[in-house]
């Protein structure tokens, strides 16, 4: 008994120490830096705070420039280390690639190195096994499927449904006039509209109840982003 626990402890202190020090010291040798791991949550306490900080206030300016709001952490880290740096999800090593050639031959993939990461918890209940996750022969299939959609004469098609969600959208806004206007929730409902429609042939208002179900999931998916969990750990 004492024998197990003790390989336990080792195989435990191996995960979430010996080896992130280890991979974060032989990807300094090959010139890719990033901010230091800490025992156990990686970055992902940092990744929070910056979050939280850059969402609690309002942007100085209405731009397009929302880079630096909506992932702080991103920005500032290639700010500090450089198009290519190395963060950490708990124990899990994270390489950030911005470089755009790097992108292109990682998407590119034709050799498949780059393996897709395995969802796991909500996000898995979110995305389940479609093509964003999906990969060899079921992918392959779903990937045939999709294309159907998106050819140029479907997607012609679907123009006077989307002008007609629009319209309706805007109708509502003439009875707002000189009031305020929640415009993330209006194009919500606009998205779920013009999806329902060209689509499944229904209207938002018929799936409701799924969408914001759907909306539901995604905002605990968001929440759980970077809570990293362990078993027996809180």
């Known amino acids: 008994m004492t024998l197990y626990v003790l390989l336990a402890v080792v195989r435990f202190a191996g995960k979430v120490w010996w080896n992130p020090l280890r991979v974060q010291y032989k990807m300094k040798l090959q010139g890719i830096t990033g901010?230091?791991?800490?025992?156990?949550?990686?970055?992902?306490?940092?990744?929070?705070?910056?979050?939280?900080?850059?969402?609690?206030?309002?942007?100085?300016?209405?731009?397009?420039?929302?880079?630096?709001?909506i992932l702080p952490h991103v920005h500032s880290w290639m700010d500090n280390h450089g198009a290519n740096f190395l963060n950490w999800y708990g124990p899990?090593?994270?390489?950030?690639?911005?470089?755009?050639?790097?992108?292109?031959?990682?998407?590119?993939?034709?050799?498949?190195?780059?393996?897709?990461?395995?969802?796991?918890?909500?996000?898995?209940?979110?995305?389940?096994?479609?093509?964003?996750?999906?990969?060899?022969e079921k992918w392959l299939k779903l990937r045939k499927l999709s294309n159907h959609v998106f050819y140029a004469e479907n997607l012609k098609n679907m123009i006077p449904t989307m002008v007609t969600s629009v319209g309706m959208m805007l109708e509502r806004w003439k009875e707002h006039e000189n009031r305020e206007i929640e415009v993330f929730e209006e194009f919500r409902i606009l998205t779920s509209e013009v999806i329902s429609k060209t689509a499944f042939g229904s209207s938002y208002l018929e799936g409701e109840?799924?969408?914001?179900?759907?909306?539901?999931l995604t905002l605990i998916v968001s929440r759980n982003l970077h809570v990293v969990r362990f078993p027996l750990i809180r």
């Open 35 to 69: 901010p230091s791991y800490k025992f156990l949550y990686g970055n992902t306490k940092e990744i929070l705070v910056m979050r939280r900080s850059s969402m609690e206030k309002p942007m100085d300016d209405l731009s397009h420039h929302i880079f630096p709001r």
């Open 209 to 216: 109840d799924m969408f914001k179900m759907l909306m539901k």
């Open 92 to 136: 899990q090593a994270q390489l950030v690639v911005t470089e755009v050639e790097l992108v292109k031959e990682i998407l590119n993939n034709k050799d498949n190195s780059f393996p897709k990461i395995e969802l796991e918890g909500y996000a898995k209940k979110l995305l389940g096994d479609g093509l964003s996750s999906s990969t060899g």
